[in-house]
């Protein structure tokens, strides 16, 4: 059958020759004297070569479908191989990454040490009001505002980590505000103290200082819990919670 459809093709390309000559120049020799019969010729020249291909198609073994599944499946191997490059190319994504044990405990440890820098002398002036001498406690008082008012204004120089990001990083920066309100509020009591022992004696101006005494201690534990809000925000633990926890039951 291979031979058939070869024999075929070579006499579809021979009359197709054959009638493109004639249709150019109508040749009275060959009794084809019409174009359209030259026409004609060509167009059963071009039929007659597709049903040769076809027939030598299903002369191969498996038939046309066999030939036509290899053609796809080569198909498929060069677009996989054109998508695999691209694939081995393509830039994976880094894992978001969070704020650490670590970086979180730097940030409340510097944050402990600015609130020592006015509870310090706080509790000094404090110690020194119990003796009773007016002279050493008025300075003793000054100097804890002065303390104070400079921790304020550290606490707020404390920026978050940089992997710190969304509600994690406002957390932080929260519980950081509260702990430099904190120091504001204790130096805003050493002055009130100051001037109840430079000789302002109205129970008014001593009911003041007392409040805001109290008031500091209050806003010592909000600090905290600002900080320890921020620690669950960010998935870790406040260090004096894990203390504490971790201290055996008694």
């Known amino acids: 059958m291979e031979a058939v459809a070869i024999i075929i093709i070579l006499a579809s390309i021979g009359a197709g020759l054959f009638g493109l000559i ?47 599944e290899r053609a796809e499946k080569e198909n498929g191997a060069r677009g996989g191989a054109a998508a695999a490059p691209a694939e081995k190319t393509a830039p994976k994504e880094a894992p978001p990454q ?28 404090g110690e020194i009001v119990g003796t009773g001498d007016v002279y050493a406690t008025y300075p003793a008082v000054q100097r804890a505002e002065e303390d104070c008012n400079q921790a304020m204004m550290l606490m707020s120089d404390i ?16 519980a950081r505000d509260a702990c430099s309100t904190t120091a504001f509020i204790k130096a805003d009591a050493m ?44 998935g870790v633990t406040l260090p004096e919670f894990d203390q504490k926890e971790s201290e055996p039951a008694a």
Not at 39 to 44: D, F, K, N, P, S
Not at 210 to 226: D, P, T, V, W
Request: glycine fraction near 10%.
């Open 159 to 174: 920026e978050p980590p940089k992997s710190a990001k969304g509600d994690v990083r406002r957390a932080i920066i929260e």
């Open 98 to 125: 969070g704020v650490t044990q670590v970086e979180f405990n730097a940030v409340w440890g510097a944050a402990k040490v600015v609130m020592s820098r006015c509870d310090t002398p706080l509790r000094r002036a």
């Open 191 to 234: 002055k009130k103290l100051g001037l109840v022992v430079n000789g302002d004696t109205r129970p008014s101006a001593f009911a003041d200082a007392k409040a805001e005494l109290e008031r500091g201690q209050l806003s010592n534990l909000h600090c905290l819990a600002k900080f320890a809000a921020a620690a669950e925000a960010a």
């Open 22 to 68: 004639n249709l150019v120049k109508p040749l009275g020799l060959l009794r084809i004297r019409r174009r359209r019969y030259a026409a004609a010729v060509v167009g059963g020249s071009v039929f007659a070569f597709f049903c040769g291909a076809l027939l030598g198609a299903a002369s191969q073994p498996g038939g046309l479908n066999t030939g036509i």
